[in-house]
């Protein structure tokens, strides 16, 4: 389990969707219930955030292949974009926006979700430039409409795929 929490805790801190000082809670809150929890044992020796921080940019991002389900990548989608929809209101948002979700595609070599952002970020760059008549809101708004069928897709392949 250490393993699966390290590389959650890793994606999460690279969306950020999650803060050191949250970790450091969990750890402390975990060694009260499970005092052999080795990965909360670690980060309780760590004293500040950019220590925690660092920590986790050690780790490997391979840990990401062989613990990230299918099922984790729709919650960190979705915890994702419920933390961060509202903050992306202008145009010049909508770049960071992509970046963090291009980062963790990569990332988890997921190539329908790459290759979701991918097109969407060409269909954003031309429209920015004015190649094509979709105003840049309506393309972000597309991509969220096909990020949440993403999602569901997901879910849905992860539940067949337990049956």
């Known amino acids: 389990m250490s393993d699966i929490d390290k590389a959650l805790f890793k994606a999460k801190l690279e969306l950020e969707t999650i803060t050191p000082e949250q970790i450091q809670q969990w750890a402390i809150t975990t060694l009260e219930q499970d005092s052999s929890n080795n990965l909360a044992l670690e980060l309780c020796f760590l004293s500040t955030s950019e220590q925690i921080n660092d920590y986790f940019k050690q780790v490997s991002k391979m840990i990401f292949d062989s613990n ?3 099922n984790m990548i729709q919650m960190l ?6 933390k961060n929809l509202n903050l992306t209101q202008a145009q010049s948002d909508f770049y ?10 990569q990332q988890l070599k997921n190539e329908k979700l790459y290759d979701l952002l991918n097109y969407y970020d060409d269909q954003l760059y031309l429209s920015l430039e004015r190649y094509i008549q979709v105003e840049p809101e309506a393309v972000f708004q597309e991509l969220l409409a096909d990020l949440e069928t993403f999602c569901s897709e997901t879910s849905n392949q992860e539940s067949s795929n337990n049956s």
């Open 96 to 105: 960071p926006f992509f970046h963090k979700l291009f980062c963790l595609a």
């Open 68 to 70: 990230l389900t299918k």
């Open 77 to 82: 989608l979705e915890e994702y974009l419920s």
